[in-house]
């Protein structure tokens, strides 16, 4: 991706916690913001201007792109989070690295007409049909790479350890292709992948349904050896929690901490199904959570305890995970209105809070500390919602980002600028011209090699 000095007007910008009516945002060549200038009541000649509410970029902290191929696919036919499983496997086992590597940058494309600039990409899908390894042993991560680059958004690639079908249990099936045998065989294939200026890595657990407890402390300390974010998935199902008690007499979140696999560097994605005990361990130990409200709503998971997990000292971030809609201002409103259904009451979060989930704490939790604010020194990467779209139209400016969090969605979002690069430009993606199309052929060739 080529960098570019531009300079932006946004007709109002979240600065700070509040919104201000014309912002001069100044990038440099770098990819970086050099001056944020609020007050100018127009745009300079040379400035780009940008109608609408400007907010930092939207971090997508949990996402599996090829979970994209089972929408509306998985709407049909009920059942369970273990039935769907079954159906997400089956599309597992038809990637390659070439439709992977289509797949996913029409999904990160989409992600960038919503608004994300950076995408936190739990990975596991490493190796071919039947777990025979590639030529090049991470031929599907570079793919994912690669598309987030062609996309023109950030990418952490989260490399996830996968060793086990359940406590005890060998991989089996499309699980063949997620596992590397051991932890230090997937230690070593992770520590040849080699980030880029739009790319950095992170390592992951699956679930301690995937990874037996003797490896727990491996994957936590590679990740801590090399200071990099680690992420996993916790206690999204009632079953993973009795199943855990069995063999280990200790709760999920318990059986991590006693490994070392908690800490300010670790998010924990869904926490869903938590004692008081854990809460506090997650809260204690600065662990992040990240909420998936859309997915744990489409896969009948369960609420979790957000407002308790923020309360014990648990940042909080955003996923779209399996994407059954890609729209991180929904996810945003869904923490509040989840927490509303449990608790009869309204007003848990602000609308401030829940974009600061969405941005600055989601991109701390892939490890983009500079990214997520609008201030000087960060990087240049922002998006824009329209407010005077049918959704978005009529409250006073004072209230943009209400109108933005609780009303807008992310047909809303006008521009994406990633590293000072207009990426989404009037709602059209400048380097995937087509993107429904983009979708439509990849999702095509996929279900062709069945
Ligand atoms: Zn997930």
Same mark, same amino acid.
């Given at each position: ?10 007709? @109002? ?45 939207? #971090? ?28 997400? *496997? ?9 439709? *992977? ?6 999904? *990160?494309?989409?992600? %960038? ?30 793919? =994912? +790479?690669? #598309? ?6 950030? +990418? ?5 350890? *996968? ?10 099936? /499309?699980?063949? $292709? ?11 294939? #992770?520590? /040849? ?15 301690? $349904? ?43 979140? #318990?059986?991590? %901490? ?12 869904? /926490?869903?199904? =938590? ?27 369960? +609420? ?21 809609? +890609? ?9 509040? @209105? @989840? ?47 329209? =407010? ?12 943009? =980002?209400?109108?933005?969090?609780? /009303? ?31 979708? $439509? ?8 090699? $069945?």
């Amino acid at each position: 991706m080529t960098l570019n000095a531009q300079t932006y007007w946004a007709e @109002h910008a979240w600065l700070g916690g509040v919104v201000e009516p014309g912002v001069l945002i100044t990038t440099s060549g770098s990819g970086r913001v050099t001056a944020v200038e609020p007050g100018v009541p127009g745009p300079p000649v040379g400035a780009v201007s940008l109608r609408g509410l400007t907010l930092p970029g939207l #971090a997508n902290a949990h996402s599996h792109a090829f979970h994209r191929a089972l929408r509306s696919v998985a709407q049909v036919g009920g059942g369970t989070f273990w039935t769907w499983r079954t159906g997400m *496997y089956e599309t597992a086992a038809l990637l390659t690295p070439d439709t *992977y590597y289509a797949l996913a940058r029409a999904v *990160y494309a989409e992600m %960038a007409l919503a608004g994300i600039t950076c995408v936190g990409e739990f990975h596991y899908v490493h190796h071919g049909r039947g777990g025979t390894r590639y030529g090049d042993p991470n031929a599907m991560a570079e793919a =994912l +790479i690669a #598309a987030a680059g062609a996309a023109g958004i950030r +990418i952490t690639l989260l490399d996830t350890c *996968y060793l086990a079908a359940g406590f005890g249990e060998r991989p089996e099936g /499309a699980q063949l $292709r997620f596992s590397d045998g051991t932890a230090e065989a997937w230690a070593e294939r #992770a520590d /040849a992948l080699r980030p880029t200026v739009t790319a950095r890595l992170g390592a992951a657990i699956h679930s301690v $349904r995937a990874v037996p407890a003797d490896a727990l402390a491996t994957v936590a300390r590679f990740a801590t050896d090399r200071g990099l974010p680690l992420h996993l998935h916790l206690s999204e199902q009632p079953r993973e929690n009795e199943d855990c008690l069995r063999a280990h007499g200790r709760t999920p979140t #318990a059986l991590l %901490a006693d490994h070392g696999a908690l800490g300010p560097r670790t998010t924990a994605v869904h /926490a869903t199904h =938590l004692t008081d005990a854990d809460i506090a361990l997650l809260g204690r130990s600065s662990t992040a959570t990240c909420l998936c409200p859309t997915t744990e709503r489409d896969l009948a998971d369960g +609420i979790g305890p957000a407002g308790s997990l923020r309360a014990a000292g648990s940042p909080l971030c955003l996923g779209s995970d399996s994407h059954a809609v +890609i729209d991180l201002l929904a996810e945003a409103r869904g923490v509040e @209105h @989840h927490e509303r259904l449990r608790s009869r009451v309204r007003g848990h979060f602000t609308a401030g809070q829940l974009l600061r989930a969405a941005s600055e704490d989601g991109h701390a939790a892939l490890g983009w500390p500079e990214a997520g604010r609008l201030e000087p020194g960060g990087l240049a990467d922002f998006t824009t919602v329209a =407010l005077d779209s049918v959704r978005t139209a009529g409250p006073p400016p004072r209230l943009a =980002l209400e109108a933005a969090v609780f /009303a807008a969605t992310a047909a809303d979002v006008r521009h994406t600028v990633v590293g000072g690069l207009h990426i989404v430009r009037d709602g059209d993606h400048q380097l995937v011209h087509d993107v429904p199309h983009a979708l $439509r052929t990849a999702m095509a060739a996929l279900r062709a090699t $069945r």
